[in-house]
């Protein structure tokens, strides 16, 4: 009877949207991999303890890739082109998987305590955190490369856009998001812009850089996370798929053509949108230090003219007047 690989098959039909996502083997073992939908070849990571198959399909190791992404050698093998026929047979070659699929995916405190069979894993502090962020119903999302996790402002963000757009960064002091939760030194949250750059001063930080207990900073960030989340509403242009920003809550009578306060990640996604997206209305966005200057000619209003907003004590820039907004 064939060993079927309900895990690994499902991850090949929907791909995992540029981010690693992992397979538990029946004994144990785990291995993560990035794979678009469809696709014949895989990128594979393996955790230490699992050995390598001794075929062609497996020659082709990037030594370097784990290095230049903050990883030592020891960490385990990252392979590139592996045609997915022979993840699978790996899978079978350990008995199939496991009937566990759920994340966190647990890393091996050691290549001998895998090898021994002895259930000795400890979970990541990054899946500390997951879980403390799944309790407010928060999906931490990666990149496979950036040792930090991304929080997407809006839960309706697609999972291969989040990193597209400004969104919440949460990593380790390090700054890591992989490390055993002993060593865990304080989680660290800040708004980043779609660049990936950080923007003001940090929302949480855990501790003053000694070491934390991981659990109850977990939870702490989850919750500050949360309780930033909760005093945004979100904002379209009117009648236009521009959006959505998030902003300050407004008040009940506030109309479409009234400010909204937010931040400055989310300012340079209105202006980026006005310039690109919106090419020749007759209305454009410049900075000009850290002030926003919207300037406008006779294509968009009857007589030319600008308009500099500038950030309040608060650090929030307060856009309205110039189009129709709607609330989410």
């Known amino acids: 009877m064939a060993t079927s690989t309900p895990r690994l098959d499902s991850l090949i039909a929907e791909g995992t949207h540029d981010a690693y996502d992992g397979v538990r083997l029946a004994d144990g073992h785990v291995f993560t991999l990035i794979v678009r939908p469809g696709a014949q070849v895989a990128e594979v990571f393996l955790f230490p303890g699992l050995d390598t198959p001794d075929t062609e399909a497996w020659e082709n190791e990037d030594h370097w890739e784990v290095l230049l992404t903050g990883g030592e050698a020891s960490d385990g093998p990252l392979y590139l082109e592996v045609p997915v026929q ?25 290549a001998d305590a895998v090898a021994s069979g002895t259930p000795d894993a400890v979970p990541t502090a990054g899946s500390v955190l997951r879980g403390a962020l799944a309790q407010h119903g928060l999906t931490a999302h990666t990149d496979g490369m950036s040792p930090s996790y991304a929080i997407a402002l809006d839960p309706a963000t697609p999972a291969q856009e989040v990193y597209e757009l400004p969104h919440l960064a949460v990593a380790d002091r390090a700054p890591a998001v992989d490390h055993d939760p002993d060593t865990h030194t304080g989680w660290m949250v800040w708004l980043h812009d779609k660049n990936g750059d950080p923007v003001g001063a940090p929302l949480y930080t855990g501790g003053e850089g000694e070491l934390v207990d991981c659990a109850a900073d977990s939870t702490a960030a989850a919750a500050a996370i949360t309780t930033w989340l909760a005093s945004r509403e979100l904002f379209t242009v009117d009648g236009t798929a521009y959006g959505p920003y998030a902003a300050l809550p407004v008040h009940p ?24 997206r919106d090419a020749g209305c007759g209305l454009t966005a410049t900075w000009q230090g850290v002030n926003l200057v919207f300037t406008w000619n006779k294509n968009y209003r009857d007589d030319e003219g600008s308009e500099t907003v500038a950030p309040g004590a608060d650090g929030l820039y307060r856009i309205g007047g110039l189009w129709p907004w709607a609330r989410r």
């Open 86 to 110: 022979a993840v699978r047979d790996l899978i079978v070659q350990h008995g199939g998987e496991h009937e566990d699929q759920e994340a966190p995916w647990l890393r091996p405190k050691s």
């Open 253 to 276: 009578s506030w109309n479409a053509y009234d400010e909204i306060s937010v931040d400055r990640a989310v300012a340079a996604q209105i202006a980026d949108d006005l310039n690109v």
